[in-house]
Protein backbone atom coordinates (compact mmCIF):
# COMPACT_ATOMS: atom_id res chain seq x y z
CA UNK A 1 0.00 0.00 0.00
CA UNK A 2 1.47 3.87 -0.89
CA UNK A 3 0.07 7.02 -0.60
CA UNK A 4 1.43 9.52 -1.95
CA UNK A 5 0.27 13.43 -0.62
CA UNK A 6 1.13 16.15 -2.81
CA UNK A 7 -0.10 20.28 -3.74
CA UNK A 8 0.78 21.46 -0.10
CA UNK A 9 1.95 24.98 0.22
CA UNK A 10 2.07 28.47 1.93
CA UNK A 11 -1.13 30.33 1.46
CA UNK A 12 -2.15 33.26 2.86
CA UNK A 13 -5.27 33.65 4.96
CA UNK A 14 -8.43 33.52 2.80
CA UNK A 15 -6.89 31.61 -0.20
CA UNK A 16 -7.41 27.97 -1.29
CA UNK A 17 -5.47 25.07 -2.55
CA UNK A 18 -6.40 21.92 -3.25
CA UNK A 19 -4.55 18.53 -1.74
CA UNK A 20 -3.91 15.10 -4.03
CA UNK A 21 -3.25 12.00 -2.67
CA UNK A 22 -2.10 8.98 -5.19
CA UNK A 23 -3.02 5.18 -3.56
CA UNK A 24 -1.61 2.48 -4.92
CA UNK A 25 -1.55 -1.25 -3.58
CA UNK A 26 -4.95 -1.63 -3.16
CA UNK A 27 -8.54 -2.01 -4.64
CA UNK A 28 -8.99 1.64 -3.82
CA UNK A 29 -12.48 1.77 -5.13
CA UNK A 30 -13.02 -0.62 -2.11
CA UNK A 31 -12.43 1.54 0.58
CA UNK A 32 -12.88 4.48 2.31
CA UNK A 33 -10.60 7.58 2.15
CA UNK A 34 -9.78 9.95 4.89
CA UNK A 35 -7.96 13.46 5.74
CA UNK A 36 -6.26 14.13 8.83
CA UNK A 37 -3.61 16.69 9.82
CA UNK A 38 -1.52 17.17 12.70
CA UNK A 39 -0.57 21.06 13.92
CA UNK A 40 2.75 21.43 15.62
CA UNK A 41 2.28 20.91 19.49
CA UNK A 42 -1.29 18.96 18.97
CA UNK A 43 -2.57 15.90 18.45
CA UNK A 44 -3.54 14.17 14.77
CA UNK A 45 -7.04 15.47 13.99
CA UNK A 46 -9.43 13.65 11.68
CA UNK A 47 -10.73 16.18 9.02
CA UNK A 48 -12.76 14.62 6.49
CA UNK A 49 -13.39 10.96 5.20
CA UNK A 50 -15.65 9.64 2.03
CA UNK A 51 -17.18 6.43 1.34
CA UNK A 52 -15.68 3.50 -1.23
CA UNK A 53 -18.36 5.13 -3.94
CA UNK A 54 -17.77 8.63 -3.05
CA UNK A 55 -21.81 8.73 -1.97
CA UNK A 56 -21.38 10.06 1.75
CA UNK A 57 -18.94 12.59 2.68
CA UNK A 58 -17.93 13.57 6.51
CA UNK A 59 -16.37 16.72 8.10
CA UNK A 60 -14.71 17.69 11.04
CA UNK A 61 -16.29 20.91 12.61
CA UNK A 62 -13.53 23.18 12.26
CA UNK A 63 -13.56 22.66 8.52
CA UNK A 64 -17.19 22.20 7.60
CA UNK A 65 -18.33 24.66 5.07
CA UNK A 66 -14.95 25.54 3.71
CA UNK A 67 -13.16 21.95 2.87
CA UNK A 68 -14.32 19.24 0.40
CA UNK A 69 -13.13 15.92 0.17
CA UNK A 70 -13.91 14.51 -3.65
CA UNK A 71 -12.22 10.90 -4.91
CA UNK A 72 -11.70 9.94 -8.41
CA UNK A 73 -11.85 6.01 -8.45
CA UNK A 74 -10.79 5.75 -11.79
CA UNK A 75 -7.16 7.83 -10.72
CA UNK A 76 -6.98 6.08 -7.69
CA UNK A 77 -6.97 9.39 -6.19
CA UNK A 78 -8.49 11.21 -3.54
CA UNK A 79 -8.57 15.23 -3.23
CA UNK A 80 -9.13 17.96 -0.51
CA UNK A 81 -10.00 20.96 -1.74
CA UNK A 82 -9.82 23.57 0.82
CA UNK A 83 -11.24 27.07 0.50
CA UNK A 84 -11.34 29.79 3.08
CA UNK A 85 -8.16 28.87 4.56
CA UNK A 86 -7.03 30.02 8.01
CA UNK A 87 -3.66 30.41 9.85
CA UNK A 88 -5.36 27.85 12.44
CA UNK A 89 -5.49 25.35 9.37
CA UNK A 90 -1.69 25.14 9.51
CA UNK A 91 -0.78 21.74 9.73
CA UNK A 92 0.73 18.45 7.86
CA UNK A 93 -2.05 16.66 6.01
CA UNK A 94 -2.03 13.00 5.91
CA UNK A 95 -4.26 11.14 3.68
CA UNK A 96 -4.96 7.59 5.30
CA UNK A 97 -7.33 4.84 5.18
CA UNK A 98 -7.97 1.47 7.66
CA UNK A 99 -7.23 -1.62 5.94
CA UNK A 100 -8.28 -5.30 7.43
CA UNK A 101 -5.42 -4.98 9.78
CA UNK A 102 -4.18 -1.65 10.48
CA UNK A 103 -4.33 2.04 9.25
CA UNK A 104 -1.89 3.35 6.23
CA UNK A 105 -0.75 6.78 6.02
CA UNK A 106 0.90 8.87 3.40
CA UNK A 107 4.00 10.94 4.04
CA UNK A 108 2.16 13.80 4.62
CA UNK A 109 2.05 17.35 2.84
CA UNK A 110 2.85 20.58 4.74
CA UNK A 111 0.27 23.31 4.66
CA UNK A 112 0.97 26.68 5.28
CA UNK A 113 -1.47 29.84 6.35
CA UNK A 114 0.45 33.19 7.10
CA UNK A 115 0.22 36.38 5.37
Known amino acids: VQLVESGGGLVQPGGSLRLSCAAS????????MRWSRQAPGKERELVAT????????NYADSVKGRFTIARDNAKNTVYLQMNSLKPEDTAVYYC?????????WGQGTQVTVSS
Open 96 to 104: NTRGPFRTY
Open 25 to 32: GFTFSSYA
Open 50 to 57: ITSTGGNT
